[in-house]
């Protein structure tokens, strides 16, 4: 699909700013995927959709992760995770599209994973350094990302689980899991 007709598709599902929040996805992932060496067409395929369900009702999410038989332990975590497997789905269902590993990174793009695919850690950090953004911490968060991925990855991790803790929210075990596979590995 060219990105053009992409990017009207996934309009129809967003508002303004989350719209143009995936257009800050796409050129950050798009720098990057330059830098590290992938697939500049897959990249912005998976950032185009990554936030797709995210504004999907919580009844609807629900019945799919129940119905699609996604793991159920989602649904007794804040339902903010949800638009990610969710989206996977949906895009392959509504979308029509089928590559394994543009899925995975959108599946994937708010918890991470262990052994997450150079596409997914991409979407991933870009996720949260696009330009739109800013958190305490995300100029660093950008700088690393020109260095080096995976620290910048890690860097992610740790604010988000830092922010998570502040507001007393419970981590989801993929957020956790992915921050101890990395650490360990480093
Ligand atoms: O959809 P975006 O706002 O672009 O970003 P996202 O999909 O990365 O994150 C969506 C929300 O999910 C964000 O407010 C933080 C929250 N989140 C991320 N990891 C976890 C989490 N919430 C809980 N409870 N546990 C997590 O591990
Ligand atoms: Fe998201
Ligand atoms: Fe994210
Ligand atoms: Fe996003």
Redesign the pocket.
Known sequence: MERKDALEVVKRQLTDH?YT?TLG?METAIILAEKYGEDVKKVEQAAIF??YA?FRNKDEMKKIILEQKMPQILLQ??S??W??PVGAYLVKKEVGIEDADVLNAIKY???GRVNMSLLEKII?VA??IEPGRHFPGVEEVRELARQELNSALIKTLQN??T??LKKN????????ETYNSLVLKH
């Open positions: 989350r929040h996805v990554h936030d995210k975590y804040n903010e995770l638009h990610a793009h708010t918890s991933y996720d949260y988000t689980i922010f998570l929210q419970a981590i989801y075990p993929d957020t956790i």
